[in-house]
């Protein structure tokens, strides 16, 4: 079975610009959570999708949005970069169906000049 | 509120001596248990993880952690390390019903040639 991936795997952005990173799950995995990860903060959850509809969410501002397609890849969406938005960005798909385990992609690298 | 709290941001150990990298957890109820590993520009892989049952669990690339309910930790041990065991180690728990995941900030395992 194919594992999460996430595309694309770095991105350059410059302040005020916006980004979307893609993530697609294991087959048959029907939530995508996003984290953020940085060297200060650490692993901050974002947000989790479940059959389309967004579930649970952290505590980020508006300008950090998501979706989810009917065919569970999710996009997560940052609008007017900032530069401390720059971070690890990964994406971890589970069942979605209770205490199953989170199997995480490779991550998007992204820095804001 | 649960928390984790790894207690060593930093473990350096000789190569092939054992290891244990410390996790504490704070919850007034059951929670279930993880340990992930990132090597370097990499995502999250599972080690292991605590649902019930045994309270040693084993783990890949030969981790093992033990559940001590009376003393809310979750320990990770390993033998003897070798020089690819370098990497940051995060321990989790799930939070509440909605299965959430909260992290440890990480601890980064040291190996000395």
């Known amino acids: 079975k194919a594992g999460v991936t996430q595309t694309p795997r770095y991105l350059i952005k410059t302040r005020g610009q916006q980004v979307t990173l893609s993530c697609s799950p294991i087959?048959?995995?029907?939530?995508v959570s996003w984290y953020q990860q940085t060297p200060g903060q650490g692993l901050q959850f974002l947000f989790e999708?479940?059959?389309?509809?967004?579930?649970n969410k952290g505590n980020f501002p508006g300008r950090f949005s998501g979706r989810q397609f009917s065919n569970s890849r999710s996009e997560m969406n940052v609008s007017t970069l900032e530069l401390g938005d720059s971070a690890l960005y990964l994406c971890?798909?589970?069942?979605?169906?209770?205490?199953?385990?989170?199997?995480f992609g490779p991550g998007t690298r992204l820095t804001v000049l | 509120a649960q928390s984790v709290t790894q207690l060593d941001s930093q473990v350096p150990v000789f190569e092939e001596a054992p290891v244990e990298l410390r996790c504490n957890y704070s919850?007034?109820?059951?929670?279930?248990l993880f340990w992930y590993v990132q090597y370097p520009n990499q995502g999250l892989q599972l080690l292991l993880k605590?649902?019930?049952?045994s309270t040693l669990v084993k783990g890949i690339n030969g981790f093992e952690a033990e559940f001590n309910k009376s003393q809310t930790s979750f320990h990770l041990r390993k033998p003897s390390v070798h020089i690819s065991d370098t990497a940051e180690y995060f321990c989790?728990?799930?939070?509440?019903?909605?299965?959430?995941?909260?992290w440890g900030a990480g601890t980064k395992l040291i190996i000395k040639p």
């Open positions: 971890a798909s589970r069942t979605g169906l209770g205490r199953d385990t989170q199997y």
């Open positions: 087959s048959g995995h029907r939530s």
């Open positions: 999708y479940f059959s389309e509809t967004q579930r």
């Open positions: 919850s007034s109820v059951s929670v279930y």
């Open positions: 605590y649902l019930s049952g």
């Open positions: 989790a728990v799930n939070k509440g019903s909605n299965y959430q995941l909260i």
